[in-house]
């Protein structure tokens, strides 16, 4: 397994360093412009942060899927599959360097906004007041605070590893069972967004039924539930996919 894993970096570790470059730019940007008090670059930088931590989590996620997909589809890794390993070692390897990667990239984002943060605040103080404000405006369900914060995003975290498992399941649907046929990335696809909708849907409909009003906002009790909600349909999707891959692919 651990071989499989460091088999699955090496294969992905360029495009994380492209997406750390970006990240070295845009927090050089906001760094200068803080030292320098030009408010137009602090802004873009901070902006341009925003946007490259929700691009590095996704992108992470969609390449370790078309990852899989040119495994199972092509012969360029057949030799993956020749290895004296499972498709639930294979998927495993597959799914802990993708999750571990991305959870990886959400605490390393989550302690630069920290420190960015502390930062500003040790710097002009205004981000306190900023904060306080955003507090006052949002009420006690909703305000922020370090733990809430990173619950709230463990919780995104677990959301999209769940993302990525079903989009395993989708493309293995599509390179399996439907064999490549024409359509099967189109169909897939829709499998896909059912899968995703309804669970959410029902995730919906559990909390609509048996929330009570202490859990409504971005509260312990609503997290944990979250967290244990979405990490489950992560194991299903995961067994479901690894038995189609030994059962019924053809590589």
Same mark, same amino acid.
């Given at each position: 397994?651990? /071989?499989?894993?460091?088999?699955?970096?090496?294969? !992905?570790?360029?495009?994380?360093?492209?997406?750390?470059?970006?990240?070295?730019?845009?927090? %050089?940007?906001?760094?200068?412009? !803080?030292?320098?008090?030009?408010?137009?670059?602090?802004?873009?930088?901070?902006?341009?942060?925003?946007? @490259? !931590?929700?691009?590095?989590?996704?992108?992470?996620?969609?390449?370790?899927?078309?990852? *899989?997909?040119?495994?199972?589809?092509?012969?360029?890794?057949?030799?993956?599959? &020749? @290895?004296?390993?499972?498709?639930? !070692?294979? *998927?495993?390897?597959?799914?802990?360097?993708? +999750?571990?990667?991305?959870? *990886?990239?959400?605490?390393?984002? &989550?302690?630069? +906004?920290?420190?960015?943060?502390?930062?500003?605040?040790?710097? /002009?103080?205004?981000?306190?007041?900023?904060?306080?404000?955003? /507090?006052?405006?949002?009420?006690?369900?909703?305000?922020?605070?370090?733990?809430?914060?990173?619950?709230?995003?463990?919780? &995104?975290?677990?959301?999209?590893?769940?993302?990525?498992?079903?989009?395993?399941?989708?493309? @293995?649907?599509? +390179?399996?069972? %439907?064999?490549?046929?024409?359509? $099967?990335?189109?169909? $897939?696809?829709?499998?896909? *967004?059912?899968?995703?909708?309804?669970?959410?849907?029902?995730? /919906?409909?559990?909390?609509?039924? =048996?929330?009570?009003?202490?859990?409504?906002?971005?509260?312990?009790?609503?997290?944990? =539930?979250?967290?244990?909600?979405?990490?489950?349909?992560?194991?299903?999707?995961?067994?479901? @996919? +690894?038995?189609? &891959?030994?059962?019924?692919?053809?590589?």
């Amino acid at each position: 397994m651990g /071989n499989l894993i460091k088999y699955e970096f090496r294969k !992905t570790w360029i495009i994380k360093a492209i997406i750390l470059v970006f990240t070295a730019i845009f927090e %050089l940007l906001f760094l200068a412009g !803080t030292f320098s008090k030009n408010e137009d670059m602090q802004a873009t930088g901070i902006i341009f942060l925003v946007l @490259t !931590t929700l691009c590095a989590l996704f992108i992470i996620g969609i390449y370790g899927i078309f990852r *899989l997909h040119k495994d199972i589809t092509t012969k360029q890794s057949y030799m993956l599959f &020749m @290895t004296p390993h499972n498709s639930y !070692t294979i *998927l495993g390897a597959k799914l802990i360097e993708n +999750a571990g990667s991305i959870l *990886l990239a959400g605490v390393f984002y &989550m302690v630069l +906004a920290l420190i960015d943060i502390t930062f500003l605040a040790a710097y /002009n103080g205004e981000i306190v007041e900023a904060i306080d404000l955003i /507090n006052e405006i949002l009420g006690e369900h909703y305000s922020i605070d370090t733990y809430r914060f990173i619950m709230i995003s463990f919780d &995104m975290i677990t959301v999209w590893i769940f993302n990525i498992v079903t989009g395993f399941f989708a493309v @293995t649907i599509s +390179a399996s069972v %439907l064999n490549g046929k024409k359509g $099967s990335g189109i169909i $897939s696809f829709i499998l896909y *967004l059912f899968i995703t909708g309804f669970i959410e849907k029902l995730h /919906n409909f559990i909390m609509d039924c =048996y929330t009570s009003a202490d859990m409504i906002g971005f509260t312990t009790g609503r997290m944990v =539930y979250n967290l244990i909600y979405y990490i489950g349909f992560t194991v299903v999707m995961y067994v479901i @996919t +690894a038995w189609i &891959m030994d059962n019924k692919l053809s590589v």
